[in-house]
């Protein structure tokens, strides 16, 4: 918790009260409310490994917050592409979707790390959603985003708001 509260000096951003905390070592997300930790989920990242720029496929790393949130009262499995809704997984054509249940749209808040450029978390779609491969969930096997499993990512999106800060580190929680 430490090194994120030094990064939010760093760059001038106020710590929210909710906080995630991502562990690519562990590959898991961790909820904190004011300082103290209160969930920890299983989570996948990037497949291809840590990387900041466009067109790696990698998760990137420091901090950043939740820019937007889509999908809210949508039942699991709901899939989307671009971002609006296209079917389910129920759906033989959708049965092997990439983005589902909810959308966690985040945005880097370190310029020239993550925010600006060819590094920009933003413009490169970077998420926390579901996935249609559950059984995923726990290992590396994203294209950059971080996938939660539906039950998590809906109890997750409802308790925390847009603006809440996420930080994705490389080491062990």
Known sequence: METILIACRQQGVVPTPFILAVSIA???????D????????????????IG???????????????AEKIGAGEPA??????REIVGHTSQADFAAAGITTRILWLEGLQPG????GSV??????????GTSDQKSVGRPASHGCIHLADPDLI??????PSGTLVWISADSA
Do not use: K, W
């Open 26 to 32: 562990d590959q898991t997300l961790s909820l904190f």
């Open 34 to 49: 004011r300082g103290r930790c209160i969930r920890q989920f299983s989570c996948s990242t990037s497949r291809f490994g």
């Open 52 to 66: 900041q720029t466009e067109g790696s496929n990698c998760t990137p790393l420091g901090l950043h917050r939740i």
């Open 77 to 82: 499995g709901t899939v989307f592409q671009s």
């Open 113 to 116: 790390f993550n925010r600006g």
């Open 120 to 129: 920009d978390t933003h413009d490169r779609y970077i998420y926390i959603h």
């Open 155 to 160: 109890a997750l999106y409802d308790q925390v």
